[in-house]
């Protein structure tokens, strides 16, 4: 379902994506890890197709076609879903509204007639009750003086309305407290049917207790330099990344 | 919401939509203005002695004027003297309904996408439409005259209404006001007039589309409002002209009065023709609206959505005479291409407990200069006043300008006045964030513009609302990605 093959990225003369290697099958649950500033948010936004990256080598193979031909909205509509580390602001914009339009613009690509108000609403019922999102929260202006943990409730929220084949959850555990962590956790679970799949950038073994995934990957540097399987998770978490460092040959500070 | 999207992407191929010209036959004067072609305008309209006193009153006042240098606008003179200043599409005969109204013109109408008769069904909306200079239509008349509710053309108001049109005409703008406004005087050939008696509130919106069709002609269009005591009226006014050349001069008057406990709501969506991409052709839209809350507990109220005309510069003014009176503002206003926009509003301050509160958005893309200019005045009995403005502007790329000159004039200590500003741009990562759902970018656009705007498209009746979110969008076509 998505085939990276040696891509590389660089944004403003900066080589930042050094020749990655993945491979996700449907229904897969795929975790990358790695220190702060090795490109996972790169490789998020590269997949996406954020225009401030220049892709410099390599191919992306999605559902069948080449993903670097097809526009961010296209991708979208294609079913790639990314959940952003840092959602954006949209002052004035309801959630509801925006979901709304969002919803539409995607069945319109598939040449479905747009949702009526009564499907909709039902479908909003049925998610925010998977997310457990207030209402109140989707009737506010999107993001707009939401805490770090609404938003990237939010985030999953319109993940669950999208229904994507792909989804990329960057960093949608950061600033979650303990009980939200499991509802989004949760949530995630119960999209996962066999043939949708995930790529879960987590900086903590513990989203993978809820999350189990299917393979773990490790990014540095702008490569993938281990992978795994969910104990590689477990092993980073007692041990930090200075053996990957070591293995790799590279001295350690102490 | 998501039908508005769809209308977008309908209309994202097209430019100016009601850029075509109504083959009509008219009747004008010739290009030039002195006295006689000022008769003329009288004569054909078959007015009263005193009516042409006070427009020749007003010409020879405005020869003694000066053309307006301070707003912040550029743009070659007006040739006073090349403008067509009287143009009526010929009718067969006199109207008495709606039905025999001249096809082509209803035509014309439904272009804009107001079918009178479907205006008159499903909205409930009265419509006085008044092509080039002259009324057309006046729907619902019968109906709001058993209320007592005079809604007509200026011209029938000048025959049928002499004692009120004399009252209260040019009371809030006074014929020497300004160069527009004397020019106004002199040679306005149509517009509504709008009567609500003591203690009526007038049950649907009263609506006017104005639009110019003919070319070489000015366009200049008288409008008054008079709300008697405890009187509530909802009035809303929508223009556009024909994609021409040439630059087109709209110069309107819009006066109101509010007596005792009355309230006036005027909404505007105003959109004529802008010019091309490359700033050629347009409309100049040089318009005095004001009104006065005469009577204590009064309130009048401006709403205004601006995408058209080349050059804008207009201010809809509220004088807070009457004790604990309420005077507001909301605009929108965008600029595109070589569009100019300078418009705001005053609000005087003269009654205690007075409040005003405005609130303007500005979007700016293209080549485009937007300013904001607003005036609050707080007069030395004026105890208590309060005002709050807030001005936003929003930026589409970088070789557009915003600029606000907010006046504060305060000759009363226990005023408050408060101001805020922002200056924003829509950011790469929220139109990326929108792609990232599957919106395109000029649908991306236009959902955090009308957000941007939305406190001010809130303030809009519904069916006005709609058409204006289109509006935004269209005008902002091209401008990012
Ligand atoms: N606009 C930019 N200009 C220069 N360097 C950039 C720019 N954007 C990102 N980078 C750099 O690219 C590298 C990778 O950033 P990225 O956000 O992908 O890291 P990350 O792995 O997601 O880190 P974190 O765990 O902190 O989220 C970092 O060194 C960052 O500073
Ligand atoms: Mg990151």
Redesign the interface.
């Known amino acids: 379902m998505l085939s990276i093959k040696n891509l590389q990225a660089r944004i403003e003369e900066k080589e930042i994506l050094k020749g990655i290697n993945l491979d996700i099958k449907p229904g897969e649950v795929h975790a990358i890890m790695g220190p702060n500033g090795s490109g996972k948010s790169t490789l998020a936004s590269v997949l996406?197709?954020?225009?401030?990256y220049e892709v410099t080598g390599g191919e992306v193979e999605f559902n069948g076609k080449n993903l670097f031909e097809l526009?961010?909205?296209d991708?979208?509509?294609e079913g790639l879903?990314?959940a952003?580390q840092y959602?954006?602001?949209?002052?004035?914009?309801s959630t509801t509204?925006?979901?709304?339009?969002?919803v539409?613009?995607?069945r319109k690509?598939r040449g479905e007639e747009?949702m009526d108000a009564v499907q909709f609403l039902k479908k909003m019922k049925e998610k925010m009750k998977l997310v457990e999102i207030d209402q109140s929260l989707l009737s506010r202006?999107l993001n707009e003086g939401f805490s770090g943990g609404e938003k990237k409730r939010n985030e999953i929220f319109?993940m669950a309305m999208?229904e994507p084949t792909l989804a990329i959850l960057d960093e949608t555990d950061s600033g979650l407290d303990i009980d939200a962590l499991r509802i989004v956790a949760e949530g995630v679970n119960k999209l996962r049917d066999g043939n949708r799949s995930f790529l879960v950038i987590t900086h903590y073994q513990r989203l993978l207790d809820y999350i189990v995934p299917d393979h773990v990957h490790v990014l540095y540097k702008g490569r993938i330099v281990k992978s795994g399987g969910k104990e590689l998770a477990l092993e980073l978490e007692e041990r930090g990344y200075d053996f990957i460092k070591e293995e790799l040959g590279e001295s350690v500070e102490a | 919401m998501s039908e508005m999207l769809n209308t977008l992407e309908q209309t994202a191929l097209s430019e100016y939509k009601y850029g075509w010209v109504t083959n009509i036959e008219a009747d004008e004067a010739p290009p030039g203005l002195n006295e006689d072609i000022i008769r003329f305008i009288s004569a054909k309209k078959n007015e009263p002695e005193w009516m042409l006193e006070w427009r020749l009153k007003a010409y020879r006042h405005w020869l003694k004027m000066e053309v307006p240098r301070w707003p912040n606008v550029k743009y070659p003179d007006v040739d006073f003297q090349a403008i067509k200043y009287y143009s009526a599409p010929k009718q067969k005969k006199e109207i008495s309904s709606l039905d025999e109204v001249d096809p082509e013109l209803r035509a014309t109408f439904e272009k804009l996408g107001i079918s009178l008769d479907e205006q008159k069904r499903l909205s409930g909306v009265a419509v006085d439409a008044v092509i080039d200079s002259v009324s057309v239509a006046t729907t619902f008349k019968t109906q709001l005259a058993e209320m007592g509710i005079i809604f007509c053309s200026m011209s029938e108001a000048i025959k049928e209404h002499p004692e009120l049109v004399k009252k209260w005409l040019g009371s809030v703008v006074p014929v020497t006001d300004n160069f527009y406004s004397a020019l106004n005087s002199a040679v306005f050939s149509d517009g509504s007039f709008c009567y609500i008696p003591k203690g009526v509130r007038c049950p649907m919106e009263l609506s006017t589309y104005f639009r110019i069709n003919a070319a070489g002609t000015g366009q200049f269009e008288r409008t008054l409002i008079v709300a008697e005591e405890g009187a509530y009226v909802s009035y809303l006014e929508g223009c556009t002209a024909p994609q021409r050349d040439e630059n087109q001069l709209h110069a309107a008057v819009v006066e109101i009065v509010a007596l005792d406990n009355a309230e006036v709501k005027y909404s505007t969506v105003q959109n004529w023709y802008p010019g091309d991409k490359e700033g050629k052709g347009g409309i100049y839209n040089f318009v005095t609206k004001r009104g006065i809350c005469a009577g204590v507990n009064s309130k009048i109220s401006w709403t205004q959505v601006e995408t058209g005309s080349a050059v804008t510069w207009k201010y809809p003014s509220v004088i807070l005479k009457g004790d604990n009176s309420v005077g507001e503002f909301y605009s929108v206003a965008v600029t595109n291409n070589h569009q100019q926009a300078d418009t705001g509003t005053k609000m005087l301050h003269i009654g205690k407990n007075t409040r005003s509160r405005i609130v303007s958005k500005g979007i700016s893309a293209g080549f485009s200069q937007n300013s904001y200019r607003g005036l609050v005045n707080v007069g030395k009995n004026a105890t208590n006043a309060r005002n709050f403005s807030q001005c936003d502007s929003l930026l589409l790329g970088d070789k557009c300008g915003a600029h606000t000159f907010p006046y504060i004039e305060v000759k009363n200590s226990t005023a408050q006045v408060e101001h805020e500003a922002t200056t924003s741009k829509i950011g790469e990562d929220q139109i990326f964030y929108c792609n990232q759902r599957g919106l395109d970018t000029e649908t991306a656009v236009a959902l955090i513009i009308n957000g941007f705007a939305k406190e001010v498209m809130n303030q809009l009746p519904m069916e006005f609302a709609i058409e204006a979110q289109k509006l935004l969008a269209i005008s902002l076509e091209g401008s990012v990605g």
């Open positions: 996406a197709g954020r225009a401030d526009s961010p909205e991708r979208s509509r879903f990314l952003f959602p954006v602001e949209i002052p004035g914009v509204n925006f979901i709304k339009t969002a539409n613009e995607i690509y747009p202006s319109q999208l």
